[in-house]
């Protein structure tokens, strides 16, 4: 049984490896998932992603021939540099002990460039509907970029 002075000490600061530095990247992401269509479906704003490959393969390839597990951060309500910083255990735990690629993806209004639609409003696209989708989007480009060797 690991009792919580066992807790501490198996992650101590003075263990953990430094957090990796990111790469900042960003992808033309669709305006509205949901109520577009013909020239307002082709809408696209610049979703900022961060991504560290430091750790991805030390671990082996998974069975699937891939380089290594992919944990996925989803923004906040805020830049997503603040939170690269201080989520130290998916960096410094979970991704050194499972050879994983870090992709962390900044949420629309919270970081530049801001994409607001022409002439304000369209908060209506900061939904959980539309983030999710986001999500779904954004998630195969890293990574395939990134497993046919183009970064």
Known sequence: MLHAHHYALAFAPST???VPAYETH?????????HGDGQEAARKWPQRYLYADTYWGSRGALS?????PILFYTGNEGPIPAFWGSNGFMQQVLAPKLGALLVFAEERYYGPPHAQPEGGGGFHFLSTEQARRRSCHLNPSPTSELLSGRF
Do not use: E, R, T
Not at 64 to 68: A, E, S, T, Y
């Open 64 to 68: 699937n021939g891939c380089k290594g």
């Open 26 to 34: 960003y992808y033309p992401q669709v305006v509205d998932h949901f």
């Open 16 to 18: 953990l490896p430094p």
